[in-house]
């Protein structure tokens, strides 16, 4: 089935380093793929998308290219700040479950802390 | 404000009583979901609605009852609580926009403890 893998942490960076979250899945076609954070005490909220192979997902400094070949989704930032500090998940359209009804799957989850 | 909002945001009850959480979205969404979230587990699907009176399973629904009598609510049932059901559930909702699937919005979550 659908399965969505993502590195675990937690991660812990100083300010203004080079973060990468690695993510890949494997799926029946060529599902949607996100980044979605999770503040403390907060909900998801979506940091950015990428619908098909080649798309460039980017939003608040962030980044993640739809690889096709490597089926991966990996997210990345230059320069991280304190603000920054959250965990990330990557998720994919799930086809198991309703088929085409926007259903997720969803990795772990990343913890990242940022240290000034 | 235009959302979607769970209730309560944290409730603690005993093993055997019957707890309701509830969602209500406010953007006239057609799909609605519950998951929960658990440590080494992450999100896990426990049902989704794509309408009102259309619900289905998903990942892990045994021990729990979803309605959707109308289109911005989706309360979830724990019929029977167990401990095993200790933790934070979250709803969200989302809509299909030209056959492409939009990103799911989450509700702020419920934190469950089940003593």
């Known amino acids: 089935g659908n399965s969505v893998t993502q590195m675990e942490g937690p991660v812990t960076l100083s300010e203004e380093a080079f973060l990468t979250i690695n993510c890949t899945y494997t799926a029946t076609g060529y599902p949607s793929l996100f980044w979605y954070v999770q503040y403390p005490g907060e909900g998801l909220q979506l940091l950015l998308k990428?619908?098909?192979?080649?798309d460039k997902g980017s939003n608040k400094g962030f980044e993640a290219t739809y690889r096709k070949e490597t089926t991966s989704f990996h997210l990345e930032k230059g320069s991280v700040q304190v603000s920054d500090s959250a965990v990330y998940f990557c998720a994919g359209g799930d086809m198991n479950y309703g088929g085409s009804q926007g259903n997720l799957i969803f990795g772990k989850g990343t913890k990242l802390s940022v240290k000034p | 404000d235009a959302g979607i909002t769970q209730s309560p945001r944290y409730k603690i009850t005993e093993t055997g009583r019957q707890v309701t959480l509830m969602c209500h979205q406010t953007w006239s969404h057609s799909y609605m979901f519950w998951y929960r979230q658990d440590l080494g587990h992450g999100l896990r699907l426990i049902y989704y609605s794509a309408a009102a009176d259309i619900t289905d399973k998903g990942e892990v629904p045994d021990g729990y009852v979803v309605s959707r009598s109308k289109t911005e609510n989706f309360p979830l049932t724990l019929e029977s609580a167990t401990r095993s059901q200790t933790s934070v559930y979250f709803c969200?909702?989302?809509?299909?926009?030209?056959?492409?699937?939009?990103?799911?919005?989450f509700g702020d979550g419920t934190r469950l403890s089940i003593l």
């Open positions: 990428a619908t098909k192979a080649d």
């Open positions: 969200a909702s989302s809509e299909l926009t030209g056959g492409l699937k939009q990103p799911q919005h």
